[in-house]
């Protein structure tokens, strides 16, 4: 109902009962016969105007009441889609930063949406950065050129353009993995941050299906409730990832298919 028509309603409810109370106390006191005359004086009629007119001071309250309660919805609303719309405009902004072609704006776009994650005004808002960032590590990656062998198969030894052109490759090998190892462990750090503090992923699902693990995943001390994590088809290289001290509570931890080092457990 809007507040135009509950206010006209409230107002001719006010109104109609004013006036049953105002003929109802004139009746009641003409049937009981409190006065010898029917006539009512100046003074009991001026006091039964001052009670209708206090019934209708009360329905008048009460109708102001509705409409600061209306108006304190229409405000929580219009705030929570304000709190949307600013958190889309930087998501889409974060996002932007994960697919640049340079590893430090990719890097800046991790802590952002690691950021709006904790400032997610809703629970889904948040699990969609989560995801996001589960999704980064999910696709595929340069694989490490190594060493530039010297001399080369054909017995020559590499050119300076060549040797530059390889430590280009090593650069932006080791710049990429180094927003991967900080994209895990924000991952680690946010789930051993206590569920009511409000910066928490406890609850979040992590789908880290047939992602390569090659730095340190810290998870010692975190607190799984609710929620799932997939280590499925993970592979462990050259890194490891802790459980050590590690609580679950109505959560699933998966590594069905998982290659290469068990990790470290001692969880409860």
Not at 201 to 221: A, E, K, P, S
């Amino acid at each position: 109902m809007s507040i135009r028509k509950a206010l006209t309603l409230a107002l001719v409810a006010a109104a109609l009962v004013a006036g049953g109370v105002f003929y109802g106390l004139v009746v009641l006191l003409d049937f009981k016969e409190i006065e010898s005359t029917t006539q009512l004086d100046a003074k009991t009629l001026f006091d039964l105007m001052k009670l209708s007119f206090g019934v209708v001071a009360g329905a008048g309250a009460l109708v102001a009441l509705v409409v600061a309660y209306r108006r304190q919805r229409v405000d929580e609303v219009g705030a929570h889609r304000e709190a949307t719309r600013l958190h889309t405009e930087r998501f889409s902004q974060a996002v932007d930063k994960l697919g640049s072609d340079s590893p430090a704006v990719r890097l800046g776009g991790v802590h952002a949406l690691a950021g709006l994650a904790d400032d997610a005004p809703t629970q889904d808002l948040r699990q969609t950065c989560i995801d996001v960032l589960c999704a980064y590590l999910r696709l595929p990656f340069p694989a490490d050129p190594g060493d530039l062998s010297d001399p080369l198969p054909d017995g020559t030894s590499p050119t300076a353009e060549r040797r530059d052109a390889h430590q280009d490759k090593k650069d932006r090998y080791r710049a990429l993995r180094e927003v991967r190892h900080t994209i895990l462990r924000l991952i680690g750090d946010h789930y051993r941050i206590p569920k009511d503090a409000g910066r928490s992923w406890q609850g979040c699902n992590l789908d880290l299906t047939g992602v390569t693990i090659d730095g340190r995943m810290d998870f010692n001390g975190a607190v799984f409730s609710g929620g799932t994590v997939s280590f499925d088809n993970a592979r462990f290289s050259g890194g490891t990832v802790s459980f050590q001290s590690a609580r679950f509570s109505g959560s699933d931890v998966s590594f069905m298919g998982a290659m290469g080092p068990v990790p470290s457990t001692g969880f409860q």
